[in-house]
């Protein structure tokens, strides 16, 4: 058994220069990453988490509630909604002991159940049906494994807000695996609130222009152009348009950000589209607090 646990304090500046990305705020914001990595023969959990440290209230608040978010997302590692992992360790002051704590107490739940999943798919297969015992061991020592990463990291920051991005990744010896997750969570520097409210309600219909075209765009952009006309024979949607994401929008300082899980409005080979919107083009339909939140005048 294999067992790391990492734990790194930097400023955000320094983060974004070793990833390749320039800074994108100053002043006393920083965060602190810890990662977790453990595998049997038939279950691997990773994990990485971002979190800020906490120098002020609003600081202290987003911690918090994104390692809630963290402990609620090792809870959905499960294989189906028949099979609950269950954390119940407390958050503490250390970063390290939390991750550690909720992650070892969430494997030890996860591998069991990746066992018996393995020897039931064992049990399940007709020995008759290979043309020989070594087939048959073949079979067996080939199965793939239960696989599940959970990350949670800073995508962006001004001196208004903090993006963070919450991310899954589960495999259960499907034909492939899937991601889910809370995806991009932005939080009010300011008060610590996480703003959920980017978009008016009922603004779908009068978005639908933008949101093909952004849709439209990612194919192009991945090689597979569609006529607007024949988008009905590509979308997933029962409609034909294209919905406000599951999850929810997130600014950049280029606009707001759109992000599609997979199968929400392509198939899965199209991966999950993803696109920006200026703000001239989508500011009509921002909330006030939206507009607040990024100074922009209504």
Not at 138 to 148: A, D, L, R, T
Not at 199 to 223: F, T
Not at 225 to 247: A, F, H, Q
Request: charged share 25%; hydrophobic share 35%; glycine share 8%.
């Amino acid at each position: 058994m294999k067992n790391n646990l990492i734990i790194s304090l930097l400023p955000f500046a320094l983060m974004a220069a070793a990833c390749g990305q320039s800074g994108n705020g100053t002043g006393a914001f920083t965060t602190e990453s810890a990662s977790f990595s453990d595998s049997t023969a038939h279950a691997a959990l990773k994990s990485s988490v971002e979190v800020p440290v906490a120098t002020d209230k609003a600081t202290e608040e987003i911690r918090k509630a994104l390692l809630e978010t963290y402990r609620c997302e090792l809870e959905g590692c499960g294989f189906d909604e028949d099979y609950t992992v269950k954390v119940t360790g407390k958050q503490s002051s250390s970063l390290q002991e939390t991750v550690d704590r909720f992650c070892k107490e969430a494997y030890s739940q996860f591998s069991k159940e990746a066992d018996s999943d393995f020897d039931d798919r064992v049990s399940g297969l007709d020995r008759s049906s290979f043309d020989s015992d070594e087939e048959y061991q073949e079979c067996i020592e080939n199965m793939s494994g239960w696989e599940c990463r959970i990350d949670i990291s800073l995508i962006g920051k001004s001196d208004r807000y903090a993006v963070f991005k919450s991310q899954n990744y589960g495999y259960y010896g499907g034909a492939h695996g899937g991601i889910a997750g809370s995806g991009p969570l932005t939080y009010d520097l300011s008060t610590g609130e996480l703003v959920t409210d980017f978009i008016k309600e009922g603004s779908e219909a009068g978005l639908q222009d933008i949101l093909m075209k952004g849709v439209r765009d990612y194919m192009a952009d991945n090689d597979e152009s569609v006529e607007l006309e024949k988008m009905n024979d590509v979308l997933m949607t029962d409609d034909g348009t294209v919905p406000i994401p599951t999850w929810t929008p997130y600014p950049t300082d280029k606009g707001l950000t759109f992000i599609y899980l997979q199968y929400e409005v392509l198939p899965y080979v199209f991966g999950m589209p993803e696109f920006t919107v200026p703000y001239d083009e989508i500011k009509p339909f921002l909330t006030q607090k939206a507009l607040d939140l990024l100074g922009l005048e209504q």
